[in-house]
Nanobody, 115 residues
Framework: QLHFLESGGGLVQPGGSLKLSCAAS????????MAWYRQSPEKQREVVAT????????TYEDSVQGRFAISRDNDKKMVYLQMNALEADDTAVYYC????????WGQGTQVTVSS
């Protein structure tokens, strides 16, 4: 079974950037579609971005299209989320998981966008 550990969150001003990292453990990583999710107190957990097994054809939630970029390194069992032009509405706890999310949820990493 896969397990994930997210890192890289923090406090950033509007317009700033952060890069989130997700370290996976388990043998199936290279064979699953991965995704970043986020959850804020006001919203249910939502999919932010997905990336296919080979790293091609990423998909993005409409509000982050053009600002966020998902990538993966199957050799290192890592998934990344580069976040640029951050907005207050991006404030949330960010999680990585398979897509659909069949693995246990990690602790997530808090991203706070505030001046």
């Amino acid at each position: 079974q896969l397990h994930f550990l997210e890192s890289g969150g923090g406090l950033v001003q509007p317009g700033g950037s952060l890069k989130l990292s997700c370290a996976a453990s388990g043998n199936a990583f290279s064979f699953v579609t991965m995704a970043w999710y986020r959850q804020s107190p006001e919203k249910q957990r939502e999919v932010v971005a997905t990336i296919s097994i080979g790293g091609g054809v990423p998909t993005y939630e409409d509000s982050v299209q053009g600002r966020f970029a998902i990538s993966r390194d199957n050799d290192k069992k890592m998934v990344y989320l580069q976040m640029n032009a951050l907005e207050a509405d991006d404030t949330a706890v960010y999680y990585c998981n398979q897509h659909p999310p069949l693995a246990p949820w990690g602790q997530g990493t808090q991203v706070t966008v505030s001046s």
